[in-house]
């Protein structure tokens, strides 16, 4: 049954080749102060920042760069960010780049006035933002987070050895986002694909729970079955407008709280992606890719009936003549034939995870209670051992 809810996404999404000039509409919205921030690079290399600074110029903005923000930003960086958006009495955040650069500007938003240690604060205690917000914008370079339609913002704390997401209320969403496929033609296929995976397992993050019936399972299984579709177009022909368009919007939708309303989720296979992350500082997405079917092979026995139903319904598996579980584990052969194909990164060990990191990585995730088994630590520990070299 549907449960309970209340539904708002106030981000104002412009997308498509023109969706820079969605700028021509937001910037007057906002004072004349603008902090741009960025990551390494990219963005110059690709001509994105000097198209984006020749509106922040038209809109007579001044401008502070907070540029360098690495992927998987950490708690250091969020205090110099903080710094510089007091100095330059931002307005606006303009966010461009990938998930780290907008989790990152939230973190700003909500950190830059904040009377205590943010880190403690929203990351550790994972309370709500009482002092000044600053509007955040986005323009999309990378696609998978789903971070330009969301209120999550993901910081690392290497000292405390700790990966964190906050998923902050409506007031930090993003006030608007620029997507504009053509953005991403440039990115690495390395991050390319990894995009593709995250945005995989945030709809499994979601589906698998609840043996309800919702309307949210059913859009989740045209996305899943859309994704894939134009996966493998994308892999072969990076620049085909047409899938890499309807991968962009895939990602949103798969994160923007839409598909998660009035049912339970699980969210296993990224805490323990974080766990990695914060011991390896991997790329995100390639974090899930090595532990999911570890992870999925562990809770089958308990979610049976829709692995069957994902297997049918998403990947076309026939289920005549056979038991639930041939059709379940046929779905997983399915899964990881397609992973296989996108080149994810399906261990451990190619992450640079070590036998000594185990433990932490135990202790460093967080166990979650809306899948179909709520793991033990020692679950974790068998999943880890597991992931850690891959089985062709
Ligand atoms: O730093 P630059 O130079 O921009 O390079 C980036 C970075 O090296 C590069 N890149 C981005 N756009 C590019 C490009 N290179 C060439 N051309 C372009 N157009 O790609 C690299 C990765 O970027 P990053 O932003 O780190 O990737 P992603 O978008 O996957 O973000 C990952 C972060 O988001 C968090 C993750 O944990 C991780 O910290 N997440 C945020 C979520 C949310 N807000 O809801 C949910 C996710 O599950 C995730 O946890
Ligand atoms: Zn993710």
Request: negative net charge.
């Amino acid at each position: 049954m549907l449960g309970n809810f209340t539904y708002c996404n106030p981000t104002k999404v412009y997308f498509g080749k023109d969706a820079l000039s969605g700028l021509d509409e937001e910037l007057p919205k906002y004072g004349k102060n603008v902090l741009l921030v960025y990551g390494g690079g990219s963005i110059k290399r690709n001509g994105i920042y000097d198209a984006v600074l020749e509106k922040l110029k038209k809109h007579g903005k001044v401008v502070t760069e907070d540029a360098k923000v690495m992927p998987n930003p950490t708690s250091e960086k969020l205090k110099e960010g903080c710094a510089r958006a007091r100095a330059a009495q931002a307005d606006l955040i303009l966010a461009v780049g990938g998930g780290s650069v907008i989790d990152y500007a939230k973190g700003v938003s909500v950190s830059a006035y904040c009377k205590e240690d943010p880190w403690t604060k929203y990351y550790l205690q994972m309370q709500d933002p009482s002092d000044g917000i600053i509007p955040v914008g986005a323009v999309l370079t990378m696609v998978g987070t789903g971070s330009e339609m969301n209120g999550g913002s993901v910081i690392t704390n290497h000292e405390q050895k700790l990966k964190i997401g906050h998923v902050f209320g409506e007031e930090v969403f993003p006030k608007f986002a620029i997507l504009n496929p053509e953005y991403t033609y440039t990115l690495p296929k390395y991050q390319m694909v990894a995009g593709f995976y995250d945005i995989m397992c945030h709809i499994h993050e979601q589906y698998f729970s609840g043996t309800d019936d919702n309307t949210s399972d059913y859009v989740m299984e045209g996305l899943m079955r859309s994704l894939i579709h134009s996966s493998k177009i994308a892999i072969d022909d990076p620049k085909n407008y047409e899938a890499r368009s309807n991968i962009m919007w895939t990602a949103t939708w798969a994160l923007n709280t839409f598909v998660a309303m009035g049912k339970s989720t699980d969210w296993e296979v990224h805490m323990i992606g974080q766990a990695v992350g914060a011991y390896t500082d991997a790329t995100h997405g390639m974090t899930l890719s090595a532990v999911t079917l570890a992870y999925f092979r562990h809770i089958l026995p308990y979610g049976m009936q829709k692995f069957v139903r994902y297997a049918v319904n998403v990947w076309g598996v026939g289920a005549e003549g056979k038991t639930d579980e041939q059709v379940a584990l046929e779905g997983l052969a399915a899964l990881e034939a397609w992973m296989r194909s996108l080149s994810l990164v399906m261990d451990l060990k190619t992450l640079g995870v070590t036998q000594e990191m185990l433990p932490g990585i135990v202790e460093a995730t967080f166990i979650m209670q809306g899948g179909y088994k709520v793991l033990t630590k020692e679950d974790v520990m068998e999943i880890l051992q597991e992931s850690m070299e891959s089985k062709e």
